[in-house]
């Protein structure tokens, strides 16, 4: 398990970076490194595993060798998970075993590195249908009180599904005519007004050779 290849998944911002080991037949074991640490973190703990399993693990967004996010845009916890799901999707992935690293001793940075640390659990508790074993190396478990579980599962969930399936559909903008474009403007928004709708569009649409 010394030999590793190097993958690219692509997201709206560039793409997410990852490596791998292992047969790609083999069960699939994905691997997520702790704070401010990169998909080397596991290159010495990787030989030391099973054989047979398909190890890959990724750099999240602006780690290693994956693009940063937009330059303005926070990194939230919760965007790491949706990394995480990405990526098992471009896998073609539906249940895997999940190993989080955390940040170990690095509690200078308590708040963010304690959200940081739950990544791989919150995940597991997110899509318990997708995650056969989850491992946590110098990790903590993740728990809510009883009566806000189904409130933050439902949230959650609905969030990164809904952001990932217009991903999916993302086509290129339709270019219309400008009847047919304040035709469409006017159907979305029931409240505007014809005259409303064409002030919009002057700065809202773009004009291109076909419309």
């Avoid at 699939?28 to 030391?48: Q, S």
């Avoid at 602006?62 to 940063?68: A, K, N, Q, T, V």
């Avoid at 478990?141 to 009566?147: K, V």
Wanted: proline residues 7%; aromatic residues 10%.
């Amino acid at each position: 398990l010394g030999m590793f290849s190097e993958l690219k998944f692509p997201v709206p911002w560039g793409h997410v970076a990852a490596k791998a080991w292992g047969p790609s037949e083999g069960h699939p074991v994905l691997c997520l490194h702790g704070w401010l640490d990169n998909a080397n973190t596991f290159d010495k703990l990787i030989p030391l595993l099973p054989r047979g399993c398909y190890y890959v693990a990724m750099d999240f967004s602006g780690h290693g060798l994956s693009s940063h996010r937009p330059a303005g845009c926070p990194y939230h916890f919760l965007d790491y998970v949706t990394d995480v799901r990405r990526v098992a999707a471009a896998l073609q992935w539906r249940r895997f075993t999940l190993m989080g690293h955390s940040m170990g001793k690095h509690h200078s940075v308590l708040n963010f590195s304690f959200s940081y640390c739950f990544i791989s659990p919150q995940f597991c508790f997110l899509y318990p249908e997708m995650v056969d074993k989850l491992i946590l190396l110098e990790s903590l478990g993740f728990l809510l009180a009883p009566e806000d579980t189904e409130a933050w599962l439902e949230s959650k969930r609905r969030v990164i599904d809904r952001l990932l399936s217009l991903e999916a559909k993302q086509q290129t903008p339709k270019a219309r005519s400008p009847e047919a474009a304040l035709q469409r403007l006017l159907e979305a928004n029931s409240h505007l007004t014809a005259e409303g709708g064409a002030i919009l569009l002057q700065r809202g649409a773009t004009e291109t050779p076909t419309g």
